[in-house]
């Protein structure tokens, strides 16, 4: 379970039940279960190095600041469009 789930083939699954009585509260049972979830969870994942995020990413190159440039002004010509026309013609 400590690969990345995408990078993986097989399927993990971890299925905890517990039997609650019959009679009386499930709070020892839900405390036990909750306890014993508490133990193993971290075991299952390790912690991954911190990655730097996609516009970071893309603004250390001369093409992802284009793309960047032009994701942003897209939408304002669109919005603009008639306002653009009107004044062109």
């Given amino acids: 379970m400590k690969e990345s789930p995408f990078a993986s083939d097989t ?4 299925r905890v039940s517990a039997l609650a009585p ?5 709070d ?3 405390n036990i279960t909750k306890e014993f ?3 193993t969870i971290p075991c ?9 995020s ?4 893309l603004l250390s190159s001369l093409a992802g600041k284009v793309l960047i440039g032009v994701l942003f002004l897209v939408p304002l010509v ?4 008639p306002e653009i026309k009107r004044f062109v013609l």
Avoid at 11 to 14: A, D, G, R
Avoid at 54 to 57: D, N, S, T
């Fill in 54 to 57: 996609v516009l970071f990413i």
């Fill in 11 to 14: 399927v993990t699954m971890v």
């Fill in 22 to 26: 019959i009679e009386g509260s499930y």
């Fill in 37 to 39: 979830m508490s133990e």
């Fill in 44 to 52: 299952m994942f390790e912690m991954q190095k911190e990655e730097s």
């Fill in 78 to 81: 669109i919005i603009f469009y």
């Fill in 28 to 30: 020892g049972v839900l």
